[in-house]
T-cell receptor, first 116, second 114 residues
Framework: EAGVTQFPSHSVIEKGQTVTLRCDPISGHDNLYWYRRVMGKEIKFLLHFVKESKQDESGMPNNRFLAERTGGTYSTLKVQPAELEDSGVYFC??????????????FGPGTRLTVL | AQSVTQLGSHVSVSEGALVLLRCNYSSSVPPYLFWYVQYPNQGLQLLLK??????LVKGINGFEAEFKKSETSFHLTKPSAHMSDAAEYFC????????????FGKGTTLSVSS
């Protein structure tokens, strides 16, 4: 079974440009999460999809970030326009979402974003 | 609000020595606790999780963790370190069974010397 995949693995852009990150969750997983780790800090939650709906986007830093999950499969996270403080590693995770037991989140390898 | 504190950003041990990585949590409700590991150039991999069943949880690669409610701790241990254990380890907490964000500690980098 394929794990969570993310593309690209690295992205280097200039301040003011746009970048789109993609996440493909494990097949059949309804829950999809985005997290971010800024250098030297902890991994922080950005938002959570259940299928195609945003369940919780309380961690999104500002309106320069737009996440979508059309059709409830893969998800994209767009940063427009990018700022220096957006640099970091963006992780995607997915989980099955079965009720009645602890739901394990499976993480992708992350996308390292550098904004110059 | 929930929080996680990992004591020590960097721990160094010799091969064969005991590994002890510390994690304390703060939660207003019974928590679910997790340890993840990140090897270089890889994603986070689940080591083990506490689900309110047994307080001593066994994970992969010989790791285990004990939930101590009185100390609000969930320390990760391994009796004998191996070179391949060198990685960054993250403790995380959530308070719902499904579909809730994980709150992470800052991570502890484990170095193993021969």
């Amino acid at each position: 079974e394929a794990g969570v995949t993310q593309f690209p693995s690295h992205s280097v852009i200039e301040k003011g440009q746009t970048v789109t990150l993609r996440c493909d969750p494990i097949s059949g997983h309804d829950n999809l999460y985005w997290y971010r780790r800024v250098m030297g800090k902890e991994i922080k939650f950005l938002l959570h999809f259940v299928k195609e709906s945003k369940q919780d986007e309380s961690g999104m830093p500002n309106n320069r970030f737009l996440a979508e999950r059309t059709g409830g499969t893969y998800s994209t996270l767009k940063v427009q326009p990018a700022e220096l403080e957006d640099s970091g590693v963006y992780f995607c995770a997915s989980s099955q979402g079965a009720s009645g037991r602890v739901d394990t989140q499976y993480f992708g390898p992350g996308t390292r974003l550098t904004v110059l | 609000a929930q929080s996680v504190t990992q004591l020590g950003s960097h721990v160094s041990v010799s091969e064969g020595a005991l590994v002890l990585l510390r994690c304390n949590y703060s939660s207003s409700v019974p928590p679910y606790l997790f340890w993840y590991v990140q090897y270089p150039n890889q994603g986070l991999q689940l080591l083990l999780k506490y689900t309110s069943a047994a307080t001593l949880v066994k994970g992969i690669n010989g790791f285990e963790a004990e939930f101590k409610k009185s100390e609000t701790s969930f320390h990760l241990t391994k009796p004998s370190a191996h070179m391949s254990d060198a990685a960054e380890y993250f403790c995380a907490v959530s308070d719902h069974q499904a579909g809730t964000a994980l709150i992470f500690g800052k991570g502890t980098t484990l170095s193993v010397s021969s």
